[in-house]
T-cell receptor, first 112, second 116 residues
């Protein structure tokens, strides 16, 4: 089955700096890569996703890049704010399958 | 549009008991997936239901089961509870069951199950 690795497990940045979280996957058939943000006491919330026919996608301060050859994808958050503090999860899935394989999560702390 | 709702939000059970958790997907969504979240194992897929049929199943013992009703609401059941079943159980709602396209999954707040 699919194996998704995520790094780093914790990340602290100063407010206004950028944060980068990286994930690798093992199954070349995976073609859908969402990123979720989970705050304390809440379920994961989708923040951005990318499909294998796209190399990069951006939504305001958040961007995701995908390298299918190397089987890795990354989340970039620019101009970080204290409210960005949360646990972020990457995930991978194959077409037509609604079972997501998740990374182990990154706890991001934005220091005011 | 209302989001995914899960009931109850918190549950305390003892070993050997069984438990039923409920999930109501977003209106119009037909697929429901269940996940278990623990500090040790992270987020793991349990199963997915679409049109009242289990379409996909993760690597969990048969004590974990589920079903989906004609209105797309879903329940999951865990029988003979073990201490290791303590976890946050998350339900995710998807518009379609998927064939060649993977739809976005929207998660509910989860049910926190504690087994004593």
């Amino acid at each position: 089955g699919e194996n998704v690795e995520q790094h780093p497990s914790t990340l602290s940045v100063q407010e206004g700096d950028s944060a980068v979280i990286k994930c690798t996957y093992s199954d070349s058939a995976s073609n859908y890569f969402p990123w979720y943000k989970q705050e304390l006491g809440k379920g994961p919330q989708l923040i951005i996703d990318i499909r294998s026919n796209v190399g990069e996608k951006k939504d305001q301060r958040i961007a995701v890049t995908l390298n299918k050859t190397a089987k890795h994808f990354s989340l970039h958050i620019t101009e970080t704010q204290p409210e960005d503090s949360a646990v972020y999860f990457c995930a991978a899935s194959t077409a037509g399958a609604n079972n997501l394989f998740f990374g182990t999560g990154t706890r991001l702390t934005v220091i005011p | 549009k209302a989001g995914v709702t899960q009931t109850p939000r918190y549950l305390i059970k003892t070993r050997g008991q069984q438990v039923t958790l409920s999930c109501s997907p977003i209106s119009g969504h037909r697929s429901v997936s269940w996940y278990q979240q623990t500090p040790g194992q992270g987020l793991q897929f349990l199963f997915e239901y679409f049109s009242e049929t289990q379409r996909n199943k993760g690597n969990f013992p048969g004590r974990f089961s589920g079903r989906q009703f004609s209105n797309s609401r879903s329940e999951m059941n865990v029988s003979t509870l073990e201490l290791g079943d303590s976890a946050l159980y998350l339900c995710a709602s998807t518009l379609r069951g998927g064939s060649f396209f993977t739809d976005t999954q929207y998660f509910g707040p989860g049910t926190r199950l504690t087994v004593l």
